[in-house]
């Protein structure tokens, strides 16, 4: 082989690595986003326990999540172009599957606690509630401040920032959490706790629909205020997308909307 050809050959291969190298990089570079529409799927997980936002219906004989969160996720669906798949998981687990790359998204009535904003990315705010007391009926005029629950046994969500918020607020509560809120609402059924703390629009919920339950005055407020949809960190492109799904949303009052739906599913 001669020098020249030798030369020439080098020069393919350098190119050759070079043009390897920068592909991968731009391989590397694939957002959260990318992913979701290269699959033409978003994936997320919820906790289907907590009327208005997220539950269990059977529609037209079939088992269904609905609810206003769900009708969100819909939306954002649709804006990318991708089908909707939503896996129910205990409110806990959402952000540990969430890391663990089992669901792209976590759409769960979530509030974004500074703690949780270290391990994921939120979306703006989409919701705003408060949070309100459920009792036995007939228990409700009994509790009119928040010292009336003092030692009382408070039902809350695992891993739900009520859990702190029943612990600051109630004077001795001795707390009770469950993975689940449909299972607190059965434990006050069955005299199991004095009370659940939930969000107001879940308190109302059930109550509407339990006529052996009902909510008392007391309302506390978190210092977040509000729900957000939570992705894993460094989702900038994905929360770009999902902040212009609910700025619409919100501009066409679409969320407001959304949100009746859902509670004229109560039976
Ligand atoms: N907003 C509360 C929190 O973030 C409770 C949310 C519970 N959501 C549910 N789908 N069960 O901790």
């Known amino acids: 082989m001669n020098k020249g050809l030798l030369k020439k050959l080098g020069m393919i291969v350098a190119i050759g690595t070079i043009a390897i190298s ?4 731009a391989g590397n570079k694939s957002t959260a986003l990318d992913a979701i529409k290269a699959k033409g799927k978003l994936v997320v997980g919820t906790s289907a326990d907590y009327p208005p936002y997220e539950f269990h219906k059977e529609i037209d004989g079939k088992d269904q999540i609905v609810g206003f969160d769900i009708s969100i996720a819909k939306e954002l669906a649709k804006d990318l172009g991708v089908e909707l798949e939503v896996n129910d998981m205990d409110f806990d687990g959402l952000l540990v599957a969430l890391q663990a790359k089992k669901v792209d998204m976590v759409f769960a009535g979530m509030t974004p606690t500074a703690e949780r904003k270290e391990n994921a990315d939120f979306s703006d705010i989409y919701y705003n509630a408060e949070h309100g007391f459920i009792v036995k009926a007939g228990e409700e005029g009994k509790i009119k401040s928040i010292d009336d629950l003092k ?21 001795d ?7 689940k809120v449909t299972d607190l609402v059965l434990d006050l059924k069955n005299n199991k706790v004095d009370a659940i703390l939930v969000e107001l629009p879940v ?15 007391v309302v506390l407020k978190d210092e977040e205020g509000g729900s957000a949809i939570a992705m894993k960190k460094g989702s900038d492109e994905l929360k770009a997308e999902i902040n212009k799904t609910i700025k619409k949303l919100q501009d066409e009052k679409k969320i407001e909307q959304f949100v009746i739906e859902a509670n004229n599913l109560v039976d």
Do not use: R
Not at 22 to 25: E, K, Q, T
Not at 203 to 217: F, G, M, P, Q, R
């Open 22 to 25: 920068i592909v991968g990089c």
């Open 151 to 171: 030692g009382k046994k408070i039902g809350v969500q695992k891993g739900s920032i009520q859990e702190a918020l029943a612990k600051k607020s109630v004077p």
């Open 173 to 179: 509560a001795q707390l009770k959490s469950l993975a």
């Open 203 to 217: 308190a109302k919920y059930n109550v509407e629909k339990n006529s052996d339950i009902a909510l008392t005055s």
